[in-house]
């Protein structure tokens, strides 16, 4: 079994930060690409950002610039700093890990609760 505890989240205002955190634990080998994605009201969730396990990252075209994602592998840990937050990036957001739990050729995704990210303006 996986575990997955997202920490962060809140309300800012418009300019503002906020740093996400996301932990994984339990029958894990190893991770291969970690990720952050975001749903609104009324919409679908979406990618905002991934990284790869050698460090390749991805980005929404509507964070680029103001959101920086990373990971620790000791710690099977990713983050999300979001920089410049606007209103439009109000949302539940979740943390997807692809884990190897026994073998690499066999991965599963495992999300986070979700934790909502509120900006006002």
């Known amino acids: 079994q996986v575990q997955v505890v997202e920490s962060g989240g809140g309300l800012v205002q418009a300019g503002g930060s906020l740093r996400l955190s996301c932990a994984a634990s339990?029958?894990?080998?190893?991770?291969?690409?970690m990720g952050w994605y975001r749903q609104a009201p009324g919409k679908q969730r979406e990618l905002v950002a991934e990284i790869t396990v050698v460090d390749r990252t991805n980005y929404a075209e509507s964070v680029k610039g103001r959101f920086t994602i990373s990971r620790d592998n000791a710690k099977n840990t990713v983050y999300l700093q979001m920089n410049s937050l606007k209103p439009a990036d109000t949302a539940v957001y979740y943390c997807?890990?692809?884990?190897?739990?026994?073998?690499?050729?066999?991965?599963?995704?495992?999300w986070g609760q979700g934790t909502q990210v509120t900006v006002s303006s």
């Open positions: 997807q890990f692809r884990v190897a739990t026994t073998t690499w050729t066999r991965v599963a995704d495992y």
């Open positions: 339990g029958s894990i080998l190893g991770i291969t690409t």
